[in-house]
């Protein structure tokens, strides 16, 4: 059975790490366009900048919860049947032992060079000070996708789509484009659509089924019932 995983905030909720839409959320606190587009950089580095810093230190701290650790444990069980996307930038399933998450927003423990492309290895604060290690220049920027950019690895996603038996989405509002069109695309291809949530979404009723509850306890018991 080839199964296609979709994570989001929620999935990283009870690590400590704020989801965006809640109550409470990210998106209550902050400006999404000053601190997550191109033109919010362009106008204010030194904000976007601070934000990411900030998320930075955050996911720094926090740890894996039983949900991380129960998807490391399906893929080390599916091995390539499993296709693991995550929204989230962080680390967090990496240290619950995944290798194979696609980011598809780019991941915070990352620096991309706006000159040169370059990637790096990043855990600590950024800065337009910052000097890229490839080219020289002062012009890294976090490795996440901003708003109006264009997310990592759509390619392997939709390929994987186009082959699953089975789609789930934990974890997310299902708000933001294209992951929020992942049902429609895994639903068109006649594979089975699962939600994972604390509570029900807007997009509820596009998934065959749904497990309601806090993602350490249910994405454990739902990993339980296939390995
Ligand atoms: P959201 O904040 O939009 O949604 C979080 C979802 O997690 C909600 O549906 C909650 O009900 C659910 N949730 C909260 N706590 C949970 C828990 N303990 N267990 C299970 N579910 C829980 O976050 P995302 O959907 O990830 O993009 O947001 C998508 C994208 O919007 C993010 O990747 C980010 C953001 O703007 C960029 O910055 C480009």
Redo the contacts with the bound molecule.
Sequence with gaps: MKLVVLS????S??SGLG????KD?L?TKYD?SEV?TPEGFAADPDKVFAFYNARRRNAVEAQPNAAHYALAELEKALGDDLTLVT??VDDLLERAGATSAIHM?GELMSALCSECGHREPWRGDLDATSVCNACGARALRPD????GETPYHLDRIYAALEEADLFVS???????YP?AGFVQTADQVGAKTLE????P?DGSRLFDRRILG???ETVPAWVKTLI
Excluded at 19 to 22: K, L, M
Excluded at 170 to 176: C, D, F, L
Excluded at 196 to 199: H, S, Y
Aim: charged letters at 10%; hydrophobic letters at 50%.
């Design positions: 989001g905030a929620g999935l909720a009870e989801t965006f839409r809640d959320g998106w999404l997550a929204q989230n927003h996440v996708v901003w708003f934990i974890g997310t509002s299902g708000e933001v992951a994972i949530n604390l509570a979404t806090p993602a350490s």
